[in-house]
């Protein structure tokens, strides 16, 4: 069973410091928005669907925390914090899409009392959560439907139990194919620079004792030559109206590779992962993170510390390299701009 990453106790946000795996599994308690927009920021809270459902519940600390009975005071209050949350990280759309739905509850609601839209927005952020769980299942299902006994799959970054509300997104197929009895082989990218392949995607799937072996980023290109990879399976932050999807930095020359030695690249994302207001992955912005990122490793000095620095946290696949995108909905194929559209409506 996947650990609680992120839920909502006793009028708190309670969530994992995923920085700290896999030394240490570490609850933190959660009563105030900067604490939480901190912990986006550092990646303590991190993985799309884990960000928008943590957006979600800090808006339903940003309500509570707002003392007036005024609605007007009330909702300018409330506008003035999703936009802060907002501000925390760029990429994934899920934490758009979760701050528009509860702006959208207190908005739709302001006619009644505010001790009412509280709880109006708790019941909205808690719907999230649920409904990611739901989604983490359905999407396991259509993914393991898409994995033979005996496959050998490459997995990126983390998109398990750590990055969402469940399951995970491209590790709830592989779950969910050991579940049925498939025999499966994992490799996982060590995903540099912050290491969430070997911190976090390595320790969830051994905690389910699936065959698991790490590598570093730059060995996958050997191990296709050597047709040692049967399937690729990937999560997104965020999916263009075309299929272009923007995934952790080293996603994209992954799906070259696999397009290169004909291995299916297949992207695991909840529509909650789509952004239908841009066309392409032109549009979608790409967040860039501190230079000590890539000069360190966890903390260590290991380049010189002036050295320039370039550190894109994310990379966009164009949609021709993608194999199929399999969502709650069921598994999309191209023309993504269609198939998309439809899936979402
Ligand atoms: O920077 P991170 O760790 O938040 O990046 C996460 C990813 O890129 C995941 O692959 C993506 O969010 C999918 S999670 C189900």
Redesign the pocket.
Known sequence: MPVETINWKNGRIRYID?TLLPGRLKFVECDNIPKLWKAIKT?AI??????GIAGALGVVLGANSCKTESRGVFLRDLRRQIKYLASS?P??V?LFWALARMESVAESNIGKPVSAIRRLLLKEALQILEDDRNACRAMARYGASLVKAGDTILT?????GL??ADY????GVLFESKRLGKRIKVYVDETRP?L?GAR?TAWELIHERIDTTLICDNMAASLMAKGKIDKIF????RIASNGDT???IG?YSLAVLATHHGVPFYV??PVS?FDLDINTGRDIPI?ERGGDEVRTVMGKMIAPKNVKVYNP??DVTPNHLIRAIITEKGILKAPYSRSLRRSAA
Do not use: M, S, W, Y
Request: proline share 2%; glycine share 10%; charged share 10%.
């Open positions: 995923q990646l991190r993985g799309a669907p884990a960000i990280r990429t994934a899920n990126h970054c983390n998109a398990g990055a969402t995970g997104t491209a590790l912050l969430q976090l990937v999560g997104a932050d923007a995934n952790k996603t695991v994302a992962t967040e946290a994310f």
